[in-house]
């Protein structure tokens, strides 16, 4: 884990694939107060890129870095408003 952010929550999608990541961490992210990060925790490959742009394309969420490792994909998404 990096030094740079704290994990307020972790959120397991693991065993669903797209849009549900996307639709679970949307939903998530949402009861997050502002400055805190959410922990993705997802076993589909195409969540990577989907999550990437889900929140390129949202105000209010950065994307402060994703890993892949164990055939699970890390993503950590920060509420930023």
């Known amino acids: ?3 740079e ?3 307020t929550e972790t959120l397991e999608v ?5 849009p549900m990541p996307v639709v679970k961490t949307k939903t998530a992210i949402d009861d997050l107060a502002e400055g805190e990060v959410l922990e993705v925790l997802a ?3 195409g969540s990577m890129s ?3 742009g889900w929140a390129d394309g949202t105000e209010g969420v950065e994307l402060v870095d994703q890993t892949e490792g ?3 994909y890390k993503h950590y998404v920060r509420k930023t408003e």
């Not at 693991?14 to 797209?18: A, D, E, F, H, L």
């Open 70 to 72: 164990d055939d699970v």
């Open 14 to 18: 693991k065993g669903v694939s797209c």
């Open 5 to 7: 952010f704290d994990i």
């Open 1 to 3: 884990m990096s030094a």
């Open 43 to 45: 076993t589909d490959p």
């Open 50 to 52: 989907d999550i990437d």
